[in-house]
């Protein structure tokens, strides 16, 4: 039953990636105001505001893949379910990293959230080493 709750959990985690994947592409904004991934630190000199968006719209969209995969192969009760969450959530805490603006306002809108949920994930998965399933 564990294994269920944790598939599903990884599986929402990528899902809530697709939403920053809106946002970054302007398909729709998450809250009113809200203009992340603006004034990426690391790339909005480098690409500007659209190739900015561009990159991580792409980089969510590999993430939230990442998640759903690891989430189905907890469902399917394979061994590499482990491996894939771990290097997902190093990817995913990474681009959020290199697209913050750099300001301390608002870190909830900008991916704070999802990088604590996400150390939260590494801590469980490697230094606890759970959870730990049957297969």
């Known amino acids: 039953m564990i294994n ?4 599903i959990f990884f599986v929402l985690h990528g899902l809530v990636h697709l939403l920053y994947f809106g946002q970054s592409g302007g ?4 809250q009113p105001g809200m203009v992340w991934p603006d004034g ?3 790339f909005s000199r480098l690409l500007g505001e659209a190739g900015n968006r561009n990159l991580a719209s792409i980089l969510l969209v590999l993430a ?3 998640f759903v995969i690891g989430g189905v192969g907890i469902f399917a009760k394979q061994a590499w379910w482990r491996p894939a969450v ?3 959530t ?3 805490s990474v681009i959020y990293l290199l697209l913050w603006d750099g300001s301390l306002q608002h870190l909830d809108n900008k991916g704070g959230i999802g ?3 996400n150390l939260a994930i590494l801590s469980a998965l490697l230094a606890f080493r759970w959870p730990k399933f049957e297969f």
């Open 4 to 7: 269920i709750l944790f598939g």
């Open 27 to 30: 398909y729709f904004e998450l």
């Open 40 to 42: 990426s630190w690391a």
């Open 64 to 66: 939230a893949i990442g």
């Open 86 to 88: 771990i290097a997902t």
């Open 90 to 92: 190093v990817f995913s």
């Open 115 to 117: 990088i604590l949920i």
